[in-house]
């Protein structure tokens, strides 16, 4: 006869039958080659160590979506870059057409050359247009633009726009960064009638 301790050390040992009904996890295969699949769903992948630089990846040109910010959250943005362009406004809609804000820079043992692509913006804007240089060689660009309205009047005519692929009207501004500081009062610019501003400063 067992006795009730031995029987129950009996029933401790025996394995317990497997339920379908309890889950069971997916997980990556577990064998001497590395899994090179997609990550699975209850895997764990260790994200990359700040300190190693190896472990630092480069994304490559890249575009940050706010359709709405603070100031002060535009300006940390836009400060945590060196080479990225910020816009605001009518530029950063991204309609079809000629594309405002696009930028060009150079530079000699002197000083920075840059170019910006402003289609549609009129060069007697005296009053709402205008570029301001910091002394770190932040540029900063503010305008309107004047394409992209329902109705426009020329020469006494009334014209109802039947296509809309230009920028449509509003204010609009640029930021972007030269490569270095700049002597600010050493500035000369010129904005032409192909809708192109040109600019050259002095290195700081």
């Known amino acids: 006869m ?3 301790a031995r029987a129950e050390d009996t029933r401790k040992n025996e394995a317990e039958p497997l339920s379908l009904r309890n889950q069971i996890l997916d997980v990556a295969p577990i064998n001497s080659m590395p899994y090179i699949g997609p990550p699975l769903p209850h895997s764990y992948i260790p994200s990359p ?5 190896e472990a630092v990846v480069n994304v490559g040109p890249a575009m ?11 300006d940390n943005i836009v400060s945590s870059t060196k080479s990225g362009v910020a816009l605001t406004g009518t530029a950063a809609m991204g309609k079809v057409g000629p594309v405002i804000g696009r930028v060009d820079i150079g530079e000699d043992d002197n000083s920075y050359f840059f170019r910006v692509s402003l289609p549609g913006v009129a060069r007697d804007q005296t009053d709402s247009f205008s570029c301001d240089m910091d002394p770190d060689g932040k540029v900063k660009i503010i305008g309107v633009t004047t394409t992209g309205e329902n109705i426009v009047c020329k020469n006494s005519q009334v014209f ?3 296509s809309k692929n230009l920028c449509p009207p509003g204010h609009f501004s640029i930021t972007f960064q030269l490569p270095g500081p700049v002597n600010s009062l050493q500035f000369s610019g010129a904005f032409g009638a192909d809708g192109i501003l040109e600019g050259s400063v002095a290195k700081g």
């Open 160 to 162: 109802r726009m039947q």
């Open 49 to 53: 160590q700040a300190e190693d630089p």
């Open 2 to 4: 067992t006795s009730p």
């Open 64 to 74: 940050v979506y706010c359709p709405l910010t603070t100031r002060q959250e535009w």
